[in-house]
């Protein structure tokens, strides 16, 4: 599951990069596609998560910290993503996405036990 988890957000990511490219690119079409499977990509990663979350024995204040932060950061790909389809300033929400991701890589692979990486 934690496998699943990594390359569901990983793809993520590359998909925001690809649908703001394409929308920069005036690509609407291609916008559209990657910004609908970004979308799918969404319930991947809520999905692994979810599971991940479901197979912990207690909760402590970290794992429900990851929890929101990674609600967070698909937030914020959503967010960017339509406020370059809107032609809209999207730098606010670029600098919460790159805030939220590396808070939930440090919580995910530096402080939490469930996955690939001994914590
Ligand atoms: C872009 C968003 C996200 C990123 C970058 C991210 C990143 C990570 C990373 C790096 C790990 C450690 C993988 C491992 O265990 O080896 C992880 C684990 C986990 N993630 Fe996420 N995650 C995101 C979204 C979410 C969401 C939305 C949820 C909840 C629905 C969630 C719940 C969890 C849980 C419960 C774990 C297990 C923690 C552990 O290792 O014990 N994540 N995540």
């Known amino acids: 599951m934690a496998h699943l988890h990594i390359t569901s957000w990983v793809i993520a990511l590359v998909l925001v990069g690809l649908a703001t490219t394409f929308t920069r690119g005036g690509r609407e079409k ?3 596609i990657s910004h609908m499977i970004l979308r799918l990509f969404y319930l991947l990663i809520l999905y692994s998560g979810g599971s991940l979350f ?3 024995e207690s909760y402590g204040a970290l794992i429900i910290i990851k929890v929101l ?3 967070w950061a698909i ?3 959503e967010m960017v993503t339509i406020k370059y389809k ?3 300033p999207a730098a606010l ?3 919460q996405l790159v805030v939220a991701a590396i808070a939930a890589i440090i919580l995910g ?3 939490l036990g469930a996955g690939v990486l001994p914590a």
């Open 30 to 32: 291609a916008a559209k």
């Open 54 to 56: 479901a197979s912990y």
């Open 69 to 71: 932060v990674g609600l």
């Open 75 to 77: 937030t914020a790909m």
């Open 86 to 88: 809107k032609k809209k």
């Open 93 to 95: 929400w670029w600098g």
């Open 109 to 111: 692979f530096g402080f």
